[in-house]
C-alpha cells in the first residue's frame, strides 16, 4: 500500500514548481492518473476546485485524492510519464492566484459576518465567476452587507499576515478556532493575525493584501440562510470594469453624468409607462376602427361573414384583439395570418352564436403550414415554418367555411 502523497501546498500555497517521483499510474477512459510521492497541485475538496498546470509536457486537467490520502493527477497525454520517474509539477499561477484570493477572502469575510451580526458561515462554494457563502442571518439588510464588507476590507488594507499552522487535536482545542473540525491527528489551521482562526485543507494568502478588495455582489434568503455572493482580488477587479462600463454606456445614452443615471433612468421609466398606457389606449381605438373595417370589406356567407386577412411582420397579440373585437361585434369567423423570416403565426376566431370548430380548421391549416396549434372551439391559434403557404391555407380554411358540411 503507497504512502499518502505529501501535499507541499499544505505548508506554502506559493509553490508553482516542483519535482516529484511517481509512485504510480492509473490507466482509465479520460487518461492516465499519475500517483505522486509529492505534489503542489491542489485537489477539487472543501469548496475549492482543483489546481490545473503540467506534469513535464503533459497538461495535467483534474486532481482528486483519496480516501487513503493519495493525489492521483489526470493527464489527457497517455504514456507520458512511468512509475519511478522524476517529474517537473508547474501550477497554473493565475487559477492558483484566483483561487487563493477568493479562499483566504472567504476566511476574512465569514469572520467579518461573525464580528457585525453573529452570523455564522455554513457553506462555501468557489465557481468560476463568482464564489458564494450560507450564513446564519434571517434578516439580511444591505447596511450589514457594507458594515461586514467594510471589516473584511480593513483587514485586507492592513495587510494583516495569514499562517499556517499543524497542530494535533489537543493544541487545536486550545486554539480560538472559528468552527469546529472532525479531523483526527494533524490539523491544518490558517491564522489571519488578531481576526481568525480558522481550520482548513485549501490554498492561502501568506498576507490579507495579496487578496485585494473583497466585494459583495448580492445577497438573497436561501431557506432559513442568507446567500451571499461576493468576488475578490482580480475578479473584484473585473466586476468593477464590467458594472462601469455598463454605467458609463447608460450615462452616454441619457447625455448626462455617470452618478446621475439612476434618476434619470427613473425618470424615463415613469415617461415610458405613460406612454405604454396611451399607446394602448390609443391601439384600443385603432383596432375598433380596424375591426369595423374588416366587416364592412367580409364574405358574407349566409347568416354570418367571414374575415380573412394576411399580415406581414404584425404581432399575434394584435390579431388576436383584433379577432375578439370582430367577433363580439356582428356574427362572424375570423381567419387572420402573419408570416415573418421564421415562419407564419394563425389566429381563428367566431362569434359565440355559430357553431363552428376552429380548432378544427386550425388543424388543418397548420397540417399545411408543417405545424401545429391548438385552442377552443371558438379560439385558435397555431402556425408552421412554410411561410409561403399562409395565403393558400387562409383561403383554404374560407372555402371549407363555405361548404355545406361546415
Known amino acids: 500500500m503507497m504512502e499518502p502523497t505529501e501535499k507541499l501546498y499544505f505548508t506554502d500555497s506559493g509553490i508553482l514548481e516542483f519535482t516529484a517521483k511517481v509512485t504510480g499510474v492509473i490507466a482509465t477512459d479520460s487518461g492516465d492518473e499519475v500517483i505522486l510521492d509529492r505534489t503542489a497541485f491542489y485537489p477539487t475538496g472543501g469548496g475549492q476546485p482543483n489546481d490545473t498546470g503540467r506534469l513535464n509536457d503533459a497538461e495535467v486537467v483534474d486532481v482528486i485524492e483519496d480516501e487513503a490520502g493519495q493525489i492521483a493527477h489526470l493527464i489527457t497525454q497517455r504514456s507520458a510519464v512511468e512509475p519511478g520517474?522524476?517529474?517537473?509539477?508547474?501550477?497554473?499561477?493565475?487559477?492558483?492566484?484566483?483561487?487563493?484570493?477568493?479562499?483566504?477572502g472567504q476566511h476574512i469575510l465569514s469572520q467579518a459576518f461573525i464580528l457585525v451580526c453573529g452570523a455564522e458561515t455554513r457553506s462555501f462554494h468557489l465557481g468560476s465567476e463568482t464564489s458564494t457563502i450560507d450564513v446564519e442571518l434571517q434578516s439580511p439588510t444591505d447596511s450589514t452587507m457594507r458594515a461586514a464588507e467594510d471589516v473584511a476590507n480593513a483587514v485586507v488594507f492592513e495587510d494583516r499576515p495569514m499562517r499556517v499552522h499543524l497542530v494535533t487535536n489537543a493544541e487545536a482545542a486550545r486554539l480560538p478556532l472559528r468552527k469546529d473540525t472532525e479531523i483526527r491527528g494533524r490539523i491544518r489551521v490558517i491564522e489571519v493575525e488578531d481576526f481568525d482562526w480558522s481550520p482548513c485543507g485549501g490554498t492561502h494568502a501568506s498576507r490579507a493584501g495579496q487578496i485585494g478588495l473583497i466585494a459583495i455582489k448580492s445577497f438573497e434568503k436561501a431557506k432559513k440562510m442568507t446567500r451571499v455572493e461576493f468576488v475578490c482580488g482580480s475578479r473584484a477587479l473585473a466586476e468593477w470594469r464590467h458594472a462601469n462600463r455598463a454605467a458609463v454606456a447608460v450615462a452616454r445614452l441619457l447625455s448626462s453624468d455617470r452618478d446621475a443615471s439612476p434618476e434619470l433612468v427613473a425618470k424615463a421609466m415613469e415617461q415610458i409607462k405613460?406612454?405604454?398606457?396611451?399607446?394602448?389606449?390609443?391601439?384600443?381605438?385603432?383596432?375598433?376602427?380596424?375591426?369595423?373595417?374588416?366587416?364592412a370589406e367580409a364574405t358574407e356567407a349566409g347568416s354570418f361573414k367571414i374575415v380573412t386577412a394576411a399580415f406581414e411582420n404584425r404581432d399575434v397579440e394584435e390579431l388576436r384583439v383584433l379577432a375578439c373585437k370582430i367577433v363580439a361585434t356582428d356574427p362572424a369567423v375570423v381567419l387572420l395570418g402573419t408570416r415573418d423570416d421564421s415562419g407564419a403565426r394563425l389566429v381563428y376566431a367566431r362569434s359565440g352564436s355559430l357553431a363552428h370548430n376552429v380548432a378544427e380548421l386550425m388543424a388543418g391549416s397548420c397540417a399545411l403550414l408543417g405545424g401545429r396549434g391548438g385552442g377552443r372551439p371558438d379560439l385558435a391559434q397555431g402556425g408552421g415554418p412554410r411561410a409561403e403557404l399562409l395565403d393558400e391555407a387562409l383561403s383554404t380554411a374560407?372555402?371549407?367555411?363555405?361548404?355545406?358540411a361546415q
Open 85 to 104: 520517474q522524476i517529474v517537473r509539477g508547474t501550477i497554473d499561477r493565475a487559477r492558483r492566484l484566483d483561487h487563493l484570493q477568493q479562499h483566504s
Open 398 to 404: 374560407a372555402r371549407r367555411l363555405m361548404s355545406p
Open 274 to 295: 405613460s406612454l405604454k398606457k396611451r399607446v394602448g389606449e390609443l391601439l384600443e381605438l385603432a383596432m375598433a376602427a380596424e375591426a369595423a373595417q374588416r366587416l
